[in-house]
């Protein structure tokens, strides 16, 4: 099944993105940055923060999207969030081919999800 998502905030600076479903979902596309207000065509997104409520026992997977492969950011489960301490560091993409999409991959045990993820923008938007 396809998630459900909503942009809550989308400015010069951030986007905020919720996000739901109910588990077994491969890549699916949580942040599109091409998308994005005054997006080039090389936009950069780090993630600041998310907050999670996840039903089930397994782990959600955030990535970020690369021409090869995924590169993986950050593993999710329970209920929570990311990002508010400062030993929580924002994330940003190591891989010199990533698209700057946020991809979502939920285990096949999770039966429901909300997930809310706050994404700076780095580089490649104009103002």
């Known amino acids: 099944m396809t998630i459900s998502t909503t942009t809550v905030v989308d400015n010069n600076d951030k986007v905020i993105i919720s996000a739901n479903g ?3 979902e491969t890549d699916q596309l949580l942040v599109n940055a091409l998308n994005l207000n005054n997006a080039s ?3 950069v997104l780090s993630i600041s923060s ?5 039903i089930g026992t397994g782990n959600i ?3 970020f999207a ?3 492969s995924n590169e993986e950011a950050l593993v999710i489960d329970g ?3 990311y ?5 929580e560091p924002k994330i940003l993409a190591t891989e010199t081919n990533a698209t700057g999409n946020i991809l979502l991959t939920s285990d096949s045990n999770i ?6 993820i706050e994404c700076r923008k780095e580089e490649g938007f104009t103002q």
Do not use: R
């Open 83 to 87: 990002g508010l301490k400062p030993s």
């Open 22 to 24: 109910i588990g077994s």
């Open 66 to 68: 690369t021409s090869n």
């Open 79 to 81: 209920k929570g969030n």
């Open 50 to 54: 998310v907050y999670y409520n996840i």
């Open 111 to 116: 039966t429901e999800y909300n997930v809310v």
């Open 41 to 43: 065509s090389k936009p």
């Open 61 to 63: 997977t955030l990535n």
